[in-house]
């Protein structure tokens, strides 16, 4: 900071004239500090808001000083006016007074001529004035800078409010991931038990193969001990069989696959197998509503695919007027390409839904028709229209539960040819189609949105159907049948017509 600025007033931020001295110590031209007092209706001071119940005592000190730094800011301005002094570049005379209502200056002359009538001020005196308002726009300036550099000049409320956004974000984390964990472990668990029971069976058939080898061994061991107790002449006849069945050895023990744990049952593609039955619990939504474009009056579910309308605030921690209105945007925006979303809206007879351009906070003041960016289907009781200015009927068979919104692209019938982008509205139940817009412009993103206005009853986005396809190999062979046939005919055809010309040739 300058001279000049621990020289001025904080009320009139000019240099100080005849500045006097509050009990709090702060220091104001007596004329700036009964003027404030008049106009506030109490004795604070301007800077820390003290208030001072004794009369201000001249600062005998500050004014010398001020004085003093008039007196020579006077003489040093005096020699460069000596130096850059320019004439009127009008009538070549010294330049004395501004005009107020032109902001020009001014010579006598021009006064006379131009600006009779004008509010006119001595020329020091306006630029002592503008000098001023200057330095106080600077210190308001180099303030708020101050303020951004210290971090002092965030909201606290805002502050309070991501705190509270990421707490609660964090807390539905580890609560969805949570139920990824339980999950995996049944799923882990399942898979154990049926590892377990196919190594019991196998065992199971071991042991079974096992004990009936020890009954035949028991048998022929019986067997030899009656031969053995028999008479002599009955032993020597029997003594060959007998030693014949006595003969027997254990199998070799061969491993065969059935013999032994199907391994690749339990670990081939296991992972996709795992992932195929986390799909359903893990639906895919195409449109994903974004929390922060909904009013406090709307509650948007911890998943994000579905909004109602409610008398009760959705957050509490939350101070902020995000939204003036009840539409909620979904999170992406759409520039190109096809996309197709269904909503549920159900028994709900006040709805409305379709796609707009991206809203950047703003609250809606003006009517949801296609001149202000939104291209919509609206239900009122048991009325259907269009979201246009004219808000003609469109007259529906049977009411939608489940409203399919398409986004694609069509050609007009004009010579040239323009492309637009097409918005339709489908009754998903049956296919049919509900009604279009056919010229929606191509310049900006368009993201799908919805309004509920029946309390209690939720419009929800449908998880779409995903489809896995595996894409084969193909050889070299199997891409070109098709052409290495047909080179082979026409290498065929051109053999046939060659083969009779040289034959006469030859003859």
Same mark, same amino acid.
């Given at each position: 900071?300058?001279?000049?600025d621990? +020289?001025s &007033?904080a009320?009139?931020?000019?240099?100080?004239?005849?500045?006097? %001295?509050?009990?709090?110590?702060?220091?104001?031209?007596?004329?700036?500090?009964?003027?404030?007092?008049?106009s506030?209706?109490?004795?604070?001071?301007?800077?820390?808001?003290?208030?001072? @119940?004794?009369?201000?005592?001249?600062?005998?000190?500050?004014?010398?000083?001020?004085?003093?730094?008039?007196?020579?800011?006077?003489?040093?301005?005096? /020699?460069?006016? /000596?130096e850059?002094?320019?004439? &009127?570049?009008?009538h070549?005379?010294?330049?004395e007074?501004?005009?107020?209502?032109?902001?020009?200056?001014?010579?006598?002359?021009?006064?006379?001529?131009?600006?009779?009538?004008?509010?006119t001020?001595?020329?020091?005196?306006?630029?002592?004035?503008?000098?001023? !308002? *200057? !330095?106080?726009a600077?210190?308001?300036?180099? #303030?708020?800078?101050?303020?951004? *550099?210290n971090?002092?000049?965030?909201?606290?409320k805002?502050?309070?409010?991501?705190?509270?956004?990421?707490?609660?974000t964090?807390?539905?984390? !580890?609560?969805?991931?949570?139920?990824?964990?339980?999950?995996?472990?049944?799923?882990?668990?399942?898979?154990i038990?049926?590892?377990?029971?196919?190594?019991?069976?196998?065992?199971?058939a071991?042991?079974?193969?096992?004990q009936?080898?020890?009954?035949?061994?028991?048998?022929?061991? #019986?067997?030899?001990k009656?031969?053995?107790?028999?008479?002599?002449?009955?032993?020597?006849?029997?003594?060959?069989?007998?030693?014949?069945?006595?003969?027997?050895?254990?199998?070799?023990?061969?491993?065969?696959s059935?013999? +032994?744990?199907?391994?690749?049952?339990h670990?081939g $593609? %296991?992972?996709?197998?795992?992932?195929?039955?986390?799909?359903?619990?893990? =639906?895919?939504?195409?449109?994903?509503?974004?929390?922060?474009?909904?009013a406090?009056?709307?509650?948007?579910?911890?998943?994000?695919?579905?909004?109602?309308?409610?008398?009760?605030?959705?957050?509490?921690?939350?101070?902020?007027?995000?939204?003036?209105?009840?539409?909620?945007?979904?999170?992406?925006?759409?520039?190109?390409?096809?996309?197709?979303?269904?909503i549920?809206?159900?028994?709900?007879?006040?709805?409305?839904?379709?796609? &707009?351009?991206?809203?950047?906070?703003?609250?809606?003041?003006?009517?949801?028709?296609?001149?202000?960016?939104?291209?919509?289907? #609206?239900?009122?009781?048991?009325?259907?229209?269009?979201?246009?200015?004219?808000?003609c009927?469109i007259?529906?068979? @049977? $009411?939608?539960?489940?409203?399919?919104? #398409?986004?694609?692209?069509? &050609?007009?019938?004009?010579?040239?040819k323009?492309?637009?982008?097409?918005?339709?509205?489908? /009754?998903a139940?049956?296919?049919a189609?509900?009604?279009?817009?056919s010229?929606? =412009? +191509?310049?900006?993103? +368009?993201?799908?949105?919805?309004?509920?206005?029946?309390?209690?009853?939720?419009?929800?986005?449908?998880?779409?159907?995903?489809?896995?396809?595996?894409?084969?190999?193909?050889?070299?062979?199997?891409?070109?049948e098709?052409?290495?046939?047909?080179?082979?005919?026409?290498?065929?055809?051109?053999?046939?017509?060659?083969?009779?010309? $040289?034959?006469?040739?030859? !003859?």
């Open positions: 900071m300058s001279l000049e621990d +020289l &007033c009320v009139c931020t000019d240099v100080f004239r005849d500045p006097v %001295l509050l009990g709090c110590g702060h220091s104001f031209c007596r004329q700036c500090i009964y003027d404030h007092w008049s506030s209706g109490t004795r604070n001071c301007p800077i820390c808001r003290q208030v001072s @119940r004794q009369r201000p005592v001249a600062n005998v000190s500050l004014r010398n000083t001020c004085e003093s730094y008039l007196l020579r800011e006077q003489n040093t301005r005096t /020699d460069r006016k /000596d850059d002094e320019q004439p &009127c570049p009008v070549g005379e010294k330049i007074l501004f005009c107020q209502n032109d902001e020009q200056l001014l010579c006598a002359r021009c006064r006379k001529c131009g600006h009779g009538w004008h509010k001020m001595p020329l020091q005196q306006a630029v002592r004035q503008r000098r001023g !308002k *200057q !330095k106080a600077l210190r308001s300036a180099e #303030k708020t800078l101050l303020s951004l *550099q971090g002092t000049a965030r909201d606290p805002i502050s309070r409010y991501i705190q509270s956004q990421v707490q609660e964090e807390r539905k984390i !580890k609560v969805e991931f949570e139920k990824l964990h339980q999950f995996l472990r049944k799923e882990e668990e399942s898979r038990m049926s590892l377990n029971e196919e190594e019991d069976e196998k065992r199971g071991i042991d079974r193969s096992i009936g080898e020890i009954l035949t061994i028991c048998d022929r061991i #019986k067997e030899l009656a031969g053995i107790e028999d008479d002599d002449i009955s032993f020597l006849q029997n003594y060959q069989r007998i030693m014949n069945r006595s003969e027997y050895t254990l199998p070799e023990q061969e491993l065969s059935e013999s +032994l744990i199907d391994v690749s049952k670990l $593609n %296991l992972k996709y197998q795992v992932w195929e039955k986390m799909k359903e619990i893990c =639906p895919y939504y195409p449109v994903i509503l974004n929390p922060n474009t909904s406090p009056q709307l509650s948007v579910s911890d998943d994000l695919t579905s909004v109602t309308s409610s008398t009760h605030r959705q957050n509490q921690t939350s101070d902020l007027p995000l939204h003036r209105s009840r539409v909620v945007l979904g999170s992406v925006g759409y520039s190109d390409g096809d996309h197709t979303w269904e549920e809206v159900g028994k709900s007879r006040h709805w409305s839904l379709g796609v &707009c351009l991206e809203l950047k906070g703003k609250p809606i003041t003006q009517p949801l028709i296609p001149a202000n960016g939104f291209w919509g289907l #609206k239900r009122e009781g048991y009325m259907y229209h269009l979201m246009t200015a004219e808000a009927e007259n529906i068979k @049977r $009411n939608p539960e489940v409203v399919r919104v #398409k986004l694609d692209y069509v &050609c007009d019938d004009t010579m040239e323009q492309r637009w982008r097409r918005v339709s509205f489908i /009754d139940s049956c296919d189609v509900i009604e279009r817009f010229r929606v =412009p +191509l310049q900006h993103k +368009l993201f799908p949105f919805v309004i509920p206005e029946d309390q209690s009853i939720p419009l929800r986005i449908a998880p779409a159907n995903i489809i896995l396809t595996v894409e084969k190999k193909m050889s070299f062979m199997e891409r070109h098709l052409l290495i046939r047909v080179c082979f005919g026409f290498v065929m055809l051109i053999i046939m017509i060659l083969l009779p010309k $040289n034959e006469q040739r030859g !003859k």
